[in-house]
């Protein structure tokens, strides 16, 4: 069936560092792939997606791109701040229907 | 944009006892919810779907007779936990989506229920 895997955290950086969070799928299809922001108290947000190979999603500074020959969707982004502490999910969807999730990574950028 | 609440945000319950916990779309129709439980350090996992007027489709493993789920309208869906056990203590999440077809398919995330049962 399909997964998601992604770099276990947690990753701690300093402000305006560079960030990247990896992330590979297994999928029978060709999915969609997110990543979705929980902070703190919150509930899930997505962050970004790419619907089909070579897309790349992009925002608040954040960029991933889908790429079908690695079968991965690397979370990136150049320059970290504080409010970036959360924890992040990537995650891929097939037709659209239920969303299966990677076990997400707790980023804690430190001023 | 799309708002999701829960309600209740936590609550603690004696072994044995049922929980109803809420799930509203505050701002758009959503016909299809998802319920998904999260333990600690580890991801969401889908346990039901659930479509406006219609019962819900369980994940396989997932007792349904334990869960209790009902969609009743294009804003509110609920999942009953039924004889709560201690290892029913987790991290409940709902999201919601509005339609099929382009954006639509995008979930939106309610903040999440933690339940504990003593």
């Known amino acids: 069936g399909n997964s998601v895997t992604q770099m276990e955290g947690p990753v701690t950086l300093s402000e305006e560092a560079f960030l990247t969070i990896n992330c590979t799928y297994t999928?029978?299809?060709?999915?969609?792939l997110f990543w979705y922001v929980q902070y703190p108290g919150e509930g899930l947000q997505l962050l970004l997606k790419?619907?089909?190979?070579?897309d790349k999603g992009s925002n608040k500074g954040f960029e991933a791109t889908y790429r079908k020959e690695t079968t991965s969707f690397h979370l990136e982004k150049g320059s970290v701040q504080v409010s970036d502490s959360a924890v992040y999910f990537c995650?891929?969807?097939?037709?659209?229907?239920?969303?299966?999730f990677g076990a997400g990574t707790i980023l804690r950028v430190k001023s | 944009g799309a708002v999701v609440s829960q309600h209740p945000s936590r609550v603690i319950c004696k072994s044995g006892t049922s929980v109803k916990i809420e799930c509203r779309s505050l701002?758009?129709?959503?016909?299809?919810m998802f319920w998904y439980r999260q333990f600690p350090k580890q991801s969401l996992m889908l346990m039901a779907t659930?479509?406006?007027?219609?019962?819900?489709?369980?994940e396989q493993g997932v007792e349904k007779d334990k869960f209790l789920i009902n969609h009743a309208s294009l804003t509110l869906s609920t999942l009953t936990v039924t004889s709560a056990h201690p290892e029913d203590s987790s991290f409940y999440i709902c999201?919601?989506?509005?339609?099929?077809?382009?954006?639509?398919?995008?979930?939106?995330f309610g903040p999440g229920t933690r339940l504990t049962v003593t």
């Open positions: 701002d758009f129709q959503a016909t299809t």
């Open positions: 999201s919601a989506r509005s339609g099929a077809g382009g954006s639509s398919y995008e979930q939106y």
């Open positions: 995650a891929l969807s097939e037709n659209g229907n239920k969303l299966v």
């Open positions: 790419a619907t089909k190979a070579d």
């Open positions: 659930s479509n406006e007027g219609s019962k819900a489709t369980y």
């Open positions: 999928a029978t299809g060709y999915p969609s």
